[in-house]
């Protein structure tokens, strides 16, 4: 530790009480709220977060009615954010603790980790920032502020150099006062130490900061093996039938489990989008489609995968009008009015807001 803590630790408190930011969960620090806006702010941005968490308390303003609730409801509320087995974890998680703990959420770390989908960082900013125990607490933010602070010259995922980060946070937490320490490194990292064109000019505790000093701050963090991205093109398609839509549940496991499509798939090699369709449809639910005409191509990602998709309207040809699922546990025909009860993956939902925003709604 090159630091001067207790130097340190006054600075950035003092710092963060002046310019920490106004958020929902901030007003009142409740266990529930912390545990919601934590889960939340997984791979989703401030202000989208935010916008999802006061929807949500709204609706749910307290672990009972997450327990209460159906899945599909969740789910819907959900939609958006992606990584949807956060949100089924939490109606599990909501469920258990009204059964074993009166609907509230346990103050010790191994209880926390026993619950579904709540891991070692989410243990921790619960203990820290609801109940202001002495635990460290590591995100994205403070991990980048780290490699700068102490000049780390390997790639801060290293197994290494994360036992590093956790000890040092140990080491310069303030007793008593985690909620906000650990809050003001996180907030630091966020709005001064950020991952591109930091401001180091009006860094609090930019006297401390081992990059800054050897003019290395633009090369911190180290970055570690790049993931290969996959890119993948897909269809389909808006089936219609006398003023309704055909939608299918996707099954309860697997990738976006018990959420509603429209039906479709990868284009294989050698076809044409709309033949691609054509058979998806056949696949999927032995209906003959036909009459295809382009509607839009989106465009959007989840974990490693880039994907393209060709949207289609539709209609049934001869053939069985009633489907048959080999690939979805539930369909229904739905009028335009009733696609917003129910909750799609990324790709179909931005279909859906393309048509209304068209007027083809």
Request: with cysteine; net charge positive.
């Given at each position: 530790m090159i630091i001067e803590i207790p130097s340190f630790q006054k600075t950035l408190l003092n710092w963060f009480?002046?310019?920490?930011?106004?958020?929902?969960?901030?007003?009142?620090?409740?266990?529930?709220?912390?545990?919601?806006?934590?889960?939340?702010?997984?791979?989703?941005?401030?202000?989208?977060?935010?916008?999802?968490?006061?929807?949500?308390?709204?609706?749910?303003?307290?672990?009972?009615?997450?327990?209460?609730?159906s899945e599909e409801e969740i789910l819907k509320y959900w939609e958006g954010l992606g990584y949807y087995s956060r949100a089924r974890n939490i109606h599990k998680a909501a469920q258990l603790l009204m059964k074993k703990n009166g609907g509230q959420l346990p103050a010790d770390r191994t209880s926390l980790l026993a619950m579904p989908g709540i891991g070692k960082y989410t243990a921790a900013a619960i203990m820290s920032?609801?109940?202001?125990?002495?635990?460290?607490?590591?995100?994205?933010?403070?991990?980048?502020?780290?490699?700068?602070?102490?000049?780390?010259?390997?790639?801060?995922?290293?197994?290494?150099?994360?036992?590093?980060?956790?000890?040092?946070?140990?080491?310069?937490?303030?007793?008593?006062?985690?909620?906000?320490f650990n809050q003001a490194l996180m907030e630091l990292g966020a709005l001064v130490c950020r991952p591109r064109n930091p401001n180091c000019t009006v860094c609090p505790v930019h006297n401390h900061c081992q990059s800054l000093t050897l003019g290395?701050?633009?090369?911190?963090?180290?970055?570690?093996?790049?993931?290969?991205?996959?890119?993948?093109?897909?269809?389909?398609?808006?089936?219609?039938?006398?003023?309704?839509?055909?939608?299918?549940?996707?099954?309860?496991?697997?990738?976006?489990?018990?959420?509603?499509?429209?039906?479709?798939?990868?284009?294989?090699?050698?076809?044409?989008?709309?033949?691609?369709?054509?058979?998806?449809?056949?696949?999927?639910?032995?209906?003959?489609?036909?009459?295809?005409?382009?509607?839009?191509?989106?465009?959007?990602?989840?974990?490693?995968?880039?994907?393209?998709?060709?949207?289609?309207?539709?209609?049934?040809?001869?053939?069985?009008?009633?489907p048959v699922l080999h690939e979805a546990q539930e369909y229904r025909w739905i009028t335009p009015l009733d696609l917003h009860r129910f909750a799609f993956p990324a790709g179909h939902r931005k279909l859906i807001e393309f048509m209304r925003k068209k007027k083809l709604l």
């Open positions: 009480a002046r310019y920490s930011r106004d958020l929902p969960w901030r007003r009142s620090y409740l266990p529930y709220h912390i545990w919601i806006s934590e889960i939340m702010l997984q791979q989703t941005q401030m202000e989208r977060g935010t916008a999802y968490f006061e929807r949500w308390i709204k609706r749910f303003p307290d672990i009972a009615s997450i327990a209460e609730a920032l609801a109940f202001n125990k002495d635990v460290p607490l590591v995100d994205a933010n403070i991990e980048r502020l780290f490699a700068r602070l102490f000049n780390i010259e390997t790639p801060i995922k290293d197994k290494g150099q994360q036992t590093f980060i956790w000890r040092n946070a140990k080491e310069i937490l303030p007793p008593g006062q985690a909620r906000n290395v701050v633009d090369e911190r963090p180290v970055p570690g093996k790049t993931t290969d991205t996959i890119r993948i093109e897909m269809v389909t398609g808006f089936l219609q039938k006398g003023g309704a839509i055909f939608i299918q549940k996707r099954p309860p496991n697997g990738v976006w489990a018990n959420l509603w499509e429209f039906p479709g798939g990868r284009i294989e090699a050698g076809e044409t989008p709309a033949e691609a369709l054509v058979r998806e449809y056949m696949e999927e639910t032995e209906m003959n489609i036909g009459n295809l005409s382009k509607i839009t191509t989106v465009k959007h990602s989840y974990t490693r995968y880039r994907v393209t998709l060709h949207c289609y309207t539709c209609f049934l040809l001869n053939g069985p009008q009633r």
